[in-house]
């Protein structure tokens, strides 16, 4: 089970820092992805780690301001929001898939197998 936490009402320019918990099982060895759902949109592929290398791969919209990272030791990811902008106005969500992929085939939703329940970060202009 994943759990999103900490969104929030932001003004432009803030920053936050997302946190998804992992419970029930370790999530070391799982890759680890963040989407993002806007309204009346679908899920937008954010960030993405890889648990092999630790790579991480970014969506454009998002790379030089967003940080993601994880702490297996606490089973835990986080995305490290900086300079947010009224788009990046969405429900965000973590997920996890069980590390069968390439790091460039987690750009999709559809290969993840556990999902966060999703936390709303609203950026005001």
């Known amino acids: 089970q994943l759990q999103a936490y900490e969104g929030g009402l932001v003004q432009a320019g803030a920053l936050l820092r997302l946190s998804c918990v992992a419970s029930?099982?370790?999530?070391?060895?799982?890759?680890m992805g963040w989407f993002r759902q806007a309204p009346g949109k679908e899920r937008e592929f954010v960030a993405a780690l890889s648990w092999r290398t630790s790579r991480i791969y970014y969506a454009d919209s998002v790379k030089g301001r967003f940080t993601a990272s994880r702490d297996n030791a606490k089973n835990t990811a986080y995305l490290q929001m900086n300079s947010l902008k009224p788009e990046d106005t969405a429900i965000y969500y973590c997920a996890a898939e069980p590390g069968d992929r390439s790091i460039g085939q987690l750009n999709t939703p559809l290969v993840y197998d556990y999902w966060g329940q999703g936390t709303l970060v609203t950026v005001s202009s």
């Open positions: 029930g099982r370790t999530f070391s060895d799982y890759h």
